[in-house]
């Protein structure tokens, strides 16, 4: 399987920018989903942003015009960019990745999620 490590997250006051990294653990053939979601005690996870077969992405009302998520095949890490940072941004975040990759010559599907990564917004 592929394993996905995030990192990025951090303590940022408000007003803040901070770029969320999910780096896979191997070469990946090909994305069909990026998802990015956050979670904060007692609630459900949320998904903040999201792309599917490489289209337009789509973000959460509360995140539109300040979060973007990007890609870069040759790192195989994809990205969550987040600006002008809110208090209520203060969760965990997770991304979530759907695919294809090459093990023992054979294409394997795969969908991965990172380990979380703190986000905490605060003056």
């Known amino acids: 399987q592929v394993q996905l490590v995030e990192s990025g997250g951090g303590l940022v006051q408000p007003g803040g920018s901070l770029r969320l990294s999910c780096a896979a653990s191997?070469?990946?053939?090909?994305?069909?989903?990026i998802d990015w979601y956050r979670q904060t005690p007692g609630k459900q996870r949320e998904l903040v942003a999201s792309v599917r077969d490489g289209g337009v992405a789509n973000y959460a009302d509360s995140v539109k015009g300040r979060f973007t998520i990007s890609r870069d095949n040759a790192k195989n890490t994809v990205y969550l960019q987040m600006n002008s940072l809110k208090p209520e941004d203060t969760a965990v975040y997770y991304c979530?990745?759907?695919?294809?990759?090459?093990?023992?010559?054979?294409?394997?599907?795969?969908?991965?999620w990172g380990q979380g990564t703190q986000v905490t917004v605060s003056s």
């Open positions: 191997t070469t990946i053939y090909s994305i069909n989903t």
């Open positions: 979530n990745v759907v695919g294809t990759y090459y093990s023992w010559s054979a294409l394997r599907p795969f969908n991965s």
